[in-house]
């Protein structure tokens, strides 16, 4: 019987682990893997980033089956990032450097689409109605 991959749950659950421990969770991204979006100006020669996930550093974090996704400031500008589960290499705590590296996973044939800015066509617009 085939399994999916575990990556995104075990991405979730040490991330929770890390945070619970009051420590700062950080996520190495393959930058150059399919369908990732991130600042390219603060990836290593290597093709790779590190990203800093806490509460307190990023906005909207969603840390899907598929994705992860959130807004971050670079520079004092806020981006929004997209990165397939595929393309994260590890998570880890940057105070003790305790967390897990994770086995190298092939490109789906089809990569995930990162959500459309308007949060999509069938989505409902916000409305405001008077009240009295």
Not at 31 to 40: F, M, Y
Request: charged fraction near 20%.
């Amino acid at each position: 019987m085939s399994m999916s991959s575990s990556r995104s749950y075990m991405l979730r659950a040490l991330y929770e682990w890390i945070v619970d421990n009051s420590c700062t969770p950080y996520i190495l991204v393959n930058a150059k893997a399919t369908g990732v979006e991130v600042p390219q100006e603060h990836v290593n020669k290597e093709g790779q980033i590190v990203l800093n996930v806490s509460p307190t550093s990023v906005v909207g974090l969603e840390l899907g089956q598929e994705s992860v996704s959130f807004s971050a400031r670079f520079g004092g500008v806020s981006r929004d990032l997209f990165i397939p589960v595929y393309a994260v290499l590890g998570i880890y705590a940057r105070e003790n450097g305790q967390g897990m590296v994770f086995d190298a996973e092939p490109e789906p044939p089809t990569p995930p689409e990162p959500p459309a800015p308007d949060g999509g066509s069938d989505a409902k617009r916000p409305s405001l109605r008077v009240v009295k």
